[in-house]
C-alpha cells in the first residue's frame, strides 16, 4: 500500500465494493482496505475434521467472524469481497411501505429502483429454473407445495439469486472477464463457493475496481481514524495481519464499509476511547437491528428434500399480518447445508439421543454442539438399498423480518469491551411468530420442528444480518450520516453499509445496501470531481427488473397467523434476602430482584427438558447495582428441571445484569427442589419453591467468578401477589386461556407430586390429572425416570 490516496475504502462487502468500483472508474487513486484473506478458486476451508482449521476469525483470521454478546450472536464474514462469499445470494427489494418509517428525506423504491436495477446487472441476478442445466432442486420444489398445502401460494416466490445457473464445470468468463462456472447444487454457498459459481463482489465489482487501478490491501484491519491537520482528509492507522505491524495511510476521502458492527465499533472508540473524532453524534450506535433473523429446521419429513442439493436458498414465502407496532411483516425462506456437516445438523434434533437439552449460556451451547460434533462432522450413513437417508429428510429454514430496529451498539465505561444491548421483550411477539411459522411449514412437510440451541435454551437470537448503528438521519440528532451517508461534522467521511440503514429491512439486505451505496457514492463523485453529470458507465445496460415480493398477493386483512400453538404465560416474581462475600466478618448485603417470567409460547416450554422461560426486570444488589438497580435482560428461569436424583428437581435463575460500574454480573439462583424427608411434606414443599441459594458472578455466564453468595425468600405475602400476575398471552379464546393455565398447573403439581408424594405413596395416582373432559388430552409432562405409567 502506498502512503496516500485520493480516496480509501475501509471493507470490502456490498458497500465497499460498490464505492471501491465507482472511485475508481472515476478516475480517482483508490486504496482498499480489507481484514480478511483474498480466497483463489478452490482456497476456501474445507477441513471437516477441524471446524477451527481456517473457519474463524478468532482462529488465525478464518472466514466466520462470530461475536457471543449477551443479548445477540452476531456472525459476520471476513473476506475479501465480504459477506457476499458467505451470504445465500438472495436480492430482494424493500417494499415500499418499509420506507415509511424511519428512513431520511428522499427515501423510497422510485428513489432506488434505479440503483436496484443497476445492482441487479452488475450481479446478473437470475432465480432458479426448470430450464436451467440441473433444473429445479427437490427441496424447491418440496417448498411449492408445503406453501400449496398451507394456503399461501400466493406468497410463494421464487427469488432472485447472485448465481451462474450456466454449465457446470465448464469455466468460462463472465461480463467482466472473470472466470466463473455453473452452479452444481451442491449447497455450499454459505461458506463459500470453490467453484466460483456464485457471482460474489471479487468476480464483479472489486474486478473492475482493481481493473481501474484500485491497489488492495487484505488482511489489513483499520484500528484507528483520525482528521488530518490543516486540511481535509483522514489518516488511517491499520495492523497488517501478515506481519503484525501498525501501518498508516491517508486520504482526502474515507469510505467506512466495514459492517455494521465493526463501523459502529471503530467509530465509537474513535470518539470514546481515542479522542479522534470527539465530535460524532450522540445517537452513534442506536437503531441497531438484528433484521428479524430466525433459523430453524424440519426432521423427518415425508419426502426426501435432498437439502444438500442446491444454492441453499431458493424460494421464500411472505408472511403480512397485522397493523401499526402489532404488525409481523417477514420472509420465510428454505436452506440448505453441505452433506458433510449433515452429522452436525442432527444434532439439532430433539429426537436424537446425544441431543443437549438444558444449556445455560452460549459457551456451553457452543461448545456442546462442538463437542459432538467432532466426532460426527464429516460422517454421513450412506444406503446401498437404495433406501433414503435420514439427513435427506431435513430441512433448514430461514427467516428475517422487520424487528423494532431499537437495540444499541456501546463500549462498556471501565473495559470497553463491545456491547450490543437489544430489546428481546419487545421483539419476541416477531420472533415467536416465525417459529410458528417455521413449525406450520414442518407440518406441511410431514415433519416435526427444531430451532437453533441459542433460541431454544436462552432466547438470545442469532443475526447474519446485522444493520444500524451509524444511521442515516435528517439531521444529527437522529443519526450518524445524513441521506448521503456522509458522517455529521466530518466532511468526505462516509459510512456507505448496513450501519446506515436506519429500519430492518426485513429481507436479505445486501441488494438494498448496495443499491444504497450505488446511489451515494454517484451523488459524492459528482461532488468530489466536480462532475455533476458523472454516473456509473454500466447505467446504460441496465434495464428495469421485476422483483417478485411485487407480485406476491397479500389477502385483504393480512395473511393467515401460523397455526402452530403460540398461547405463553407470563407472571411477575419478587425475592428478597442477602448476599455476603468471602471476607470474614464481611457484612451481608440486601439483594432483590423483581422480574417478569415468560413462556412466549407454552407448549414449547414444557416439552423442553430445560423449561426456559424468558426473564426480565430488575435486580438490586447493595454495592454493585445503583440506587435503582439493573435492568435484567436475557435472562432466563428453568423451570423444574431434572436434577441428580429422579425424586428431584431444580428451578434455575440466570440473570445478567450490569452493575453500576458497568461490568457485567450474573445473579446466578437454584431452587434445589428435593424431599428432605420431613413429617410434615408441606414445609419441605414450601421451603424448596420459595428459597433461592444465589450466587453473584462476574461476568454473564454461570462459570465466572463468585462476587458474594446467600439466600434470597420468597414470601407469602409475595406468593399471593404472584399469583396475581399470572397472565395467559397470545389468545383471547377463554378455551385455551383455561388449557393453557390448568397445563401449566399440571405439569407444576406434577412435577411436585413426582418429588415429594410418589416416593412415600408410589401406587396413588396424581389426582389433579382429569381422566375425561378436554383436558384429559393434555400430555403426561412430569413423568420421571422410573416412575410408574400407572397413574
Known sequence: MRRSYDALVIGTGFGGAVSACRLAQAGLRVGVLERGRRYPLGGFPRDWDNPL??????????????????????????????GSHL????????????FERGWPSGYGRAALDPYYDLVAWMLDLTPVS????????????????????????????????????????????????????GCRHCGECDIGCNFQAKNTLDLNYL???????????????????????????????????????????????????????????????????????????ERLGHRYSGNGDYLGFAFGTDKALEPS??????????????????????????????????????????????????????????????????????????????????????????????????????????????????????????????????????????????????????????????????????????GVTD???????????FVLDGGCLPEATGVNPSFTIAAVAERNIEAAIRRITDRAEWRAP??????????????????????????APGTGLTFTETMHGTVRGGAPREEAAPARFRVTVTAPVLADTLDDPAHPMAATGTVHVRGVTGPQGAKVSGGVVNLLTASDAPAARRMLYTLPFFGADGQPYLLDGVKDVRDHGRIDVWDDIWDATTTLHTTVRHGHTPDG????????????????????????????????????????????????????VRPRIPHVPIPCVPSTGPLSRLPRLFRTEGASDDR
Open 87 to 98: 451470504y445465500a445470494n438472495v436480492h430482494l427489494r424493500v417494499p415500499e411501505d418499509g
Open 130 to 181: 426448470e430450464r436451467q442445466p440441473l433444473g429445479l432442486p427437490p427441496k424447491t420444489m418440496a417448498m411449492r407445495e408445503a406453501a400449496r398445502a398451507m394456503g399461501r401460494e400466493g406468497q410463494f416466490a421464487l427469488l432472485p439469486l447472485a448465481v451462474d445457473f450456466g454449465e457446470p464445470e465448464v469455466m468460462r468468463p463472465n461480463k467482466f472477464g472473470v472466470p466463473q462456472s
Open 53 to 82: 482449521n481456517g473457519w474463524l476469525w478468532s482462529k488465525d483470521q478464518g472466514l466466520f467472524d462470530v461475536r457471543p454478546f449477551s443479548e445477540m450472536t452476531v456472525v459476520q464474514g471476513a473476506s475479501y469481497g465480504g
Open 483 to 493: 441521506a448521503g451517508g456522509e458522517v455529521f461534522g466530518y466532511p468526505n467521511l
Open 207 to 281: 474486478a473492475v475496481a482493481e481493473h481501474h487501478g484500485a491497489e488492495v490491501g487484505t488482511r489489513c484491519e483499520v484500528t484507528r481514524i483520525e482528521p488530518l491537520s490543516g486540511v481535509t482528509g483522514y489518516r488511517l492507522t491499520y495492523t497488517d495481519h501478515t506481519t503484525g505491524v501498525s501501518q498508516t495511510v491517508s486520504a482526502p476521502v474515507v469510505i467506512l464499509a466495514a459492517g455494521a458492527v465493526n463501523s459502529t465499533e471503530l467509530l465509537l472508540r474513535c470518539r470514546d476511547e481515542y479522542g479522534t473524532l470527539p465530535e460524532l453524534s
Open 538 to 563: 454500466e447505467r446504460e445496460f441496465a434495464v428495469p427488473v421485476p422483483d417478485p415480493l411485487d407480485e406476491v398477493r397479500i389477502p385483504v386483512g393480512g395473511t393467515p397467523a401460523p397455526s
Open 705 to 756: 467468578a463468585a462476587l458474594s453468595s446467600g439466600v434470597l425468600r420468597l414470601d407469602a405475602l409475595d406468593f399471593l401477589r404472584q399469583l396475581t400476575t399470572v397472565r395467559i398471552t397470545g389468545t383471547r379464546n377463554p378455551v385455551r386461556q383455561a388449557e393453557a393455565l390448568a397445563r401449566f398447573g399440571i405439569f407444576f403439581a406434577g412435577s411436585v407430586w413426582d418429588v415429594f
Open 309 to 478: 442439493r442446491g444454492p441453499v436458498i431458493t424460494s421464500g414465502i411472505v408472511h403480512d399480518r397485522g397493523t401499526g407496532s402489532g404488525r409481523r411483516w417477514f420472509v420465510f425462506q428454505e436452506g440448505a447445508f453441505p452433506r458433510e456437516i449433515a452429522g452436525l445438523i442432527r444434532l439439532l434434533d430433539e429426537g436424537d439421543p446425544r441431543f443437549a437439552g438444558l444449556l445455560r449460556s452460549q459457551d456451553e451451547a457452543l461448545a456442546a454442539i462442538r463437542s459432538a460434533g467432532r466426532e460426527r462432522i464429516g460422517t454421513r450413513p450412506e444406503r446401498t438399498d437404495g433406501m433414503d437417508v435420514p439427513d435427506e429428510h431435513t430441512a433448514v429454514f430461514l427467516a428475517m423480518g422487520r424487528d423494532t430496529a431499537d437495540g444499541r451498539i456501546s463500549l462498556l465505561p471501565v473495559s470497553r469491551e463491545l456491547r450490543i444491548s437489544w430489546n428481546l421483550g419487545d421483539n419476541l411477539g416477531l420472533y415467536e411468530t416465525e417459529e410458528r411459522f417455521c413449525a406450520d411449514v414442518a407440518a406441511a412437510l410431514g415433519g416435526r420442528s427444531g430451532t437453533n440451541p441459542l433460541w431454544r435454551s436462552l432466547h438470545i437470537p442469532v443475526s447474519v444480518h446485522n444493520l444500524g448503528g451509524c444511521v442515516m438521519a435528517d439531521d444529527p440528532a437522529d
